[in-house]
Nanobody
Framework: QVQLVESGGGLVQAGGSLRLSCAAS????????MGWFRQAPGKERDFVAG????????YYADSVKGRFTISRDNAKNTVYLQMNSLKLEDTAVYYC??????????????????WGQGTQVTVSS
């Protein structure tokens, strides 16, 4: 079992920045991937960014490329999502996800085994 605890959401004006954190704990294999998804009201949960933990390879949804950066801190078992140049359409609940044993990019929710509780990000005009 893996537990994920997210933090860092909040209210920000358009053009501003936020950093989300997700700390992982529990037992998992030595190879895994972590990712961020988001869900806006009335919409499906969409992939935002992912990282292959050991290799450090990152991948992004087209809508956030060049604005968002996913990174990791091995010592803290924590993944971050730095969000810059935020837009109104970035408003959503953001979820951290963990894919045990995964070593290739996964952009579907079904690629991940564990989920955080979600953190609200609201971008205002």
């Amino acid at each position: 079992q893996v537990q994920l605890v997210e933090s860092g959401g909040g209210l920000v004006q358009a053009g501003g920045s936020l950093r989300l954190s997700c700390a992982a704990s529990g037992r998992a294999s030595s190879r895994y991937a972590m990712g961020w998804f988001r869900q806006a009201p009335g919409k499906e949960r969409d992939f935002v960014a992912g990282i292959i933990w050991t290799a450090g390879n990152t991948y992004y949804a087209d809508s956030v490329k060049g604005r968002f950066t996913i990174s990791r801190d091995n010592a803290k078992n924590t993944v971050y999502l730095q969000m810059n140049s935020l837009k109104l359409e970035d408003t959503a609940v953001y979820y951290c996800a963990f894919a045990d044993g995964r070593t290739t990019p996964g952009q579907r929710g079904s690629d991940y085994d564990y989920w955080g509780q979600g953190t609200q990000v609201t971008v205002s005009s």
